[in-house]
Every structure is written in C-alpha cells, then in structure tokens.
C-alpha cells in the first residue's frame, strides 16, 4: 500500500511539474504572446501613431518577440505605476525608456544596458536667462511623475533653489505647459527632448546633459530565465547590425561607440 502511494505521488509531482516547474520564457512561448508594459506618450521611443505604437521602444520589442516566435502586445501604462503593474503580472516586461538605477533593482531585474541617455534642461525658445541647472533658482520645473527627471529635479530644489516642482502624467503635458508659459523650463531624457525641440520651434534644449544614465528592460525577479533569453536577443541584435538600423531609423545617426 506504502509503494502504491509513493507511486501516486510521484506520478502526481511529475504531471504538475510542467505548470510549476515552467519558466517565464516557456510560458510566454505557450501563451504565444509577449505583452510589454510602456508608457506609450514618449516619442521617439514609444508613442502612437494612429492606434499603432510606434518607436525605438517598440521596435526592440518587436525583435525580441520574433526571437521568441511569439506576437507582441504593447499595454500602454502610466509610467508612476508601471513596476507595481509588471509586479502584478499584468505584463511580463517593460520597455519604457527606464533608467536602470539601484532603487528600482530592489524591486525589479534589467537587462543589460541598450540606450545611453542623460537628463538635459528644456525651454521656449525665447527664454535668455536659462543655460544650466544652475540658473533653475527661483523658477517653476516641470517634469514626469516617477521619473529620473523628477528625482533629478528634487535634488536640484535644495542645491539651486528651485521655486517649484510640477510632475506631470505625461512629458508632452509638461511641455504644453512650458509652451504656454506655466513653466520656466523642464527637466527630461535628452534623446526625448531634443526629438521634442526639434519638431516645436517654441522649444529648446540647453546646456549640456547633466547626469549620464542609461534604460534596460525590466523583468520580474522571479523571471531569470527571461532575464537571460533577453540580454541573449539584446547582444545578438547589436552583433548582427539590426540595433544599429533601429538606432538610424529613429535617431538619424548610427549609435556612439
């Protein structure tokens, strides 16, 4: 009787072993879609064009969705939210143009580093009294809730003497509003500041980047085996040169070296 349990239960163990032992990978390859969690309102990394997301972002994510033989669906998420959701399992990654930093690696993994960026100070086009960080004492920032932006500008109030610090769900409504003359100037990525100054004369970008930072794509911690597939996909794409026609196609220029 003691042998026929014993069977029982191995036999038992063995049938739940695909659904327990299953890694993120495999079930993502068995669900036949990647789902991707992004902040879809930050071009040219990821914004809509239509009812389509388009951008830098997205067409990584279209790469490692192919090489996982899987379709990709982008779940557009307020980026203040966006670790809470994949912790929640409401996407298996985010692709948002996020900033690996020790903070954020208590809750979530990154992948290697694949966009070097920095934050840089934007203002309309008539401002002269605005050049550095420096000259921020006294004025109105604008930045995006739960970003390195707003982190940024919070350790810039006491050092400068920034008046005030306005966090928007959105860059392009912090732009709006420097454009109308809410604000003196907003503190953002610089490949989005610059793609956004570049398609609004009322708009400039000045100084030079002030802090040097760069975005991987965040992963459960659970999820090492996806972790690993996507560092193996991220290197194998600059290998073959298709990271290079993604960074061209978006950015104009082939990627610093």
Partial sequence: MRKILIIFLLFSL?????????????????????????????????FMEGDK?????????????????????IINTSFDGIIAALKAKKFDIIISAMTITEERKKEIDFSIPYYDSGQIIVVRSDNKDINSEK????????????????????????????????????????????????????????????????NNPKLKCVGKPFTIEQYGIAVRKEDKDLL??????????????????????????????
């Fill in 228 to 257: 690993k597939k996507i560092n193996e996909i991220l290197t194998n794409l600059k290998k073959t040169g298709k990271y290079n026609q993604i960074y061209k196609k978006w950015f104009g220029v082939e990627p610093p070296k």
């Fill in 14 to 46: 063995l049938m739940l072993y695909p659904v327990l032992g299953a890694g993120a990978v495999e079930r993502i390859k068995k669900a036949g879609v990647l789902k991707v969690g992004s902040d879809v309102a930050y071009a040219p990394f990821e």
């Fill in 135 to 198: 000259d921020l004492k006294g004025k109105i920032v604008g930045v995006q809730l739960g970003t390195t932006g707003e982190l940024t500008a919070k350790k810039l109030k006491d050092q400068v003497g920034i008046k005030e610090i306005r966090s928007y769900e959105t860059i392009p409504e912090a732009f709006m509003d420097l454009e109308l003359g809410r604000l003196d100037a907003v503190i953002n990525d610089l490949p989005v500041s610059l793609y956004y100054s570049k």
């Fill in 53 to 73: 997301p388009v951008g830098f972002d997205i067409d990584i994510a279209q790469e490692i969705a192919k090489a996982l033989g899987v379709k990709l669906q």
